[in-house]
């Protein structure tokens, strides 16, 4: 089982970017396909972005296409999720997910993910 503990939260103003960054515990950090998710105050969470095991493949909102890069270092354990030209409706916990299922790399389905983090506050101010 995978521990993942995210960071990089914080207050950004409108246009300004933020780096995020998951840390996995499991030392065999190439088998877990990645997402990016986030949930507002009164809102459903909703799928951010994925990548796959080696990082070859990614996928994105609509909502965040062109401003948001998910990157992954197997080699650290880690995955990031650059964030450019923040909105304020990008406010929310930002949370990372680990998924095993080999059908469900870059699903945009949370309940696919089998591993979540504690999540990291975003708050982006006009």
């Known amino acids: 089982q995978v521990q993942l503990v995210e960071s990089g939260g914080g207050l950004v103003q409108a246009g300004g970017s933020l780096r995020l960054s998951c840390a996995a515990s499991?030392?065999?950090?190439?088998?877990?396909?990645m997402g990016w998710f986030r949930q507002a105050p009164g809102k459903e969470r909703e799928f951010v972005a994925a990548?796959?095991?080696?990082?070859?493949?990614?996928k994105y909102a609509d909502s965040v296409k062109g401003r948001f890069t998910i990157e992954r270092d197997n080699g650290k354990n880690m995955v990031y999720l650059e964030m450019n030209n923040l909105k304020r409706e990008d406010t929310a916990a930002y949370y990372c997910?680990?998924?095993?299922?080999?059908?469900?790399?870059?699903?945009?389905?949370?309940?696919?993910?089998?591993?979540w983090g504690q999540g990291t506050q975003v708050t982006v101010s006009s």
């Open positions: 997910a680990a998924t095993t299922r080999l059908y469900a790399a870059l699903t945009p389905k949370d309940y696919e993910y089998d591993f």
């Open positions: 499991e030392g065999d950090f190439s088998r877990y396909a």
């Open positions: 990548i796959s095991w080696s990082g070859g493949m990614t």
